[in-house]
């Protein structure tokens, strides 16, 4: 009796320890050939962990460490990254997955910078019924150039696995998200130089003195060319080109510029830019002979730019791991969701000074000020000095009242200054309704004569 109990033991030890074997078997079976073989050396070799012992294989870092530098040396990319996909699974790691949330984030910020965009047409062209002027088409050029920018988020980056880890993927689907993002970059930095040359154009328009104007046009020129020089180096960073979606194998001949180097020169030039835009308008508003309520004002509606470099020196953080990461289709969702976020902002800035225009048509107690000034125009008729005020603006509302007063007779009183003649005098109210930025800019500078304006 004792020996059947001692063999039924022994054959449940032995059908145990086969049943062990035959799943490490199958576990062993999920890698490639060259994994296994580092697997097998690395259990033999270091004593660190059985084959059958899956939770120390997964939480001993020096046993990870030698399996990862065989596997690095001794497989292909392709092969590494089946090796890492078996790890994390047979590890219980969980899937990440945020390719959603940039889907989400580019639809959003492409209808809200729309929706600025249509009121900024719908206050030129119908309600103030006036023609379109060069930064208007060039933000026209950015909301056209951002079109295709959210299809390919949409059915070709994220579709493809952008926002996911790179060895969860397959062969193809990498190629796939790399050469959408190539696409992208060109068209980042196209809408980035489209952006600037609208806000540039806007502060042409609103700047009327010629040495602003002159430094305006330099910075337009210089912002063409740079935005030129980085399309241009994006579009042939890799020779042959299609080397930047197909290098990755390590099985594909090709040379490419440092991306890295690329993307935060870019970043760089693209921050101080937007500094230097900012600058300009500041700089100008110290000299306009406005009250300081009004110069605020004005302040913070050019000031509204800046948002533009916070997304821009966000975006640059993003990119300190940008060509240096393998898990680059982990990566690059940063990087994509910051451009996506920087260009809606700037089109959104651009279009901010005519949106507000329409609000304050909408809702009149928004904007606009009164005041009363009395003018008296001394000796109507004859040849002696006058006085007066002149109001500059495109719109004005004036009440007035009107007193001739004469002296009838020979011998009657004088004017107020000792002079005989007609005395006008005239008092009115000024209603100003700020319907163009001109308006709020194009007044006399302080210190300045009108022949330098």
């Given at each position: ?7 039924l033991l022994a054959l449940g030890l032995s059908l145990l320890g086969f049943c062990q ?365 006058s006085g007066g005020s002149a109001v500059h603006g495109t719109t004005a509302q004036v ?55």
């Open positions: 009796m004792a020996l059947g109990r001692f063999s074997a035959a799943s490490a078997a199958s576990r062993l079976a999920a890698y490639p050939e060259c994994a296994q073989e580092c697997l097998v050396e690395a259990i033999t070799t270091t004593k660190l962990c059985a084959l059958t012992d899956q939770e120390c294989m997964c939480t001993n870092e020096a046993f990870q460490d030698n399996v990862t530098s065989c596997v690095t040396t001794s497989c292909t990319v392709i092969e590494s990254l089946t090796t890492k996909n078996a790890t994390t699974t047979a590890c219980g790691a969980p899937v990440r997955d945020r390719s959603h949330e940039l889907v989400i984030v580019s639809q959003v910020m492409i209808i809200v910078a729309s929706c600025f965009v249509i009121a900024r047409l719908v206050h030129k062209i119908i309600i103030m019924k006036v023609g379109l002027a060069l930064d208007d088409w060039l933000i026209i050029a950015t909301k056209l150039a951002t079109a295709p920018s959210v299809v390919i988020i949409v059915y070709g980056t994220t579709a493809n696995g952008l926002g996911k880890d790179i060895w969860t993927l397959t062969a193809q689907q990498i190629t796939n998200v790399l050469r959408y993002f190539y696409v992208m970059a060109i068209l980042y930095f196209l809408q980035t130089t489209l952006v600037k040359l609208s806000i540039i154009s806007f502060y042409m328009r609103v700047f009327p003195a010629r040495r602003t104007r002159r430094l305006l046009w330099g910075t337009f020129v210089f912002t063409s060319l740079w935005g030129l020089a980085f399309v241009l180096v994006a579009l042939f960073q890799c020779w042959p080109i299609d080397a930047f979606w197909t290098r990755w194998e390590g099985s594909t001949e090709g040379r490419c510029v440092n991306a890295n180097s690329m993307a935060w020169s870019n970043a760089a030039i693209n921050i101080a830019l937007d500094l230097w835009v900012l600058a300009i308008p500041m700089w100008e508003l110290r000299c306009l002979q406005l009250h300081w309520k009004k110069k605020v004002g004005v302040a913070l509606m050019f000031c509204v730019g800046t948002f533009v470099t916070v997304t821009s020196i966000l975006r640059l953080q993003s990119l300190i791991t940008f060509a240096a990461t393998s898990n680059s289709t982990w990566e690059f969702f940063s990087v994509s969701l910051w451009s996506t976020v920087e260009i809606a902002v700037g089109v959104i800035c651009a279009c901010l000074p005519t949106v507000r225009l329409l609000f304050v048509k909408i809702f009149p107690a928004l904007g606009g000020s009164t005041y009363r000034k009395t003018a008296s125009y001394r000796h109507y008729g004859t040849d002696g000095p009440v007035s009242m009107d007193r001739l007063e004469s002296n009838r007779s020979s011998g009657g009183n004088s004017g107020t200054d000792g002079h005989s003649g007609i005395i006008f005098h005239k008092t009115y109210d000024v209603q100003f309704t700020d319907n163009d930025e001109e308006g709020l800019v194009n007044a006399p500078r302080r210190g300045v004569p009108d022949a330098a304006l």
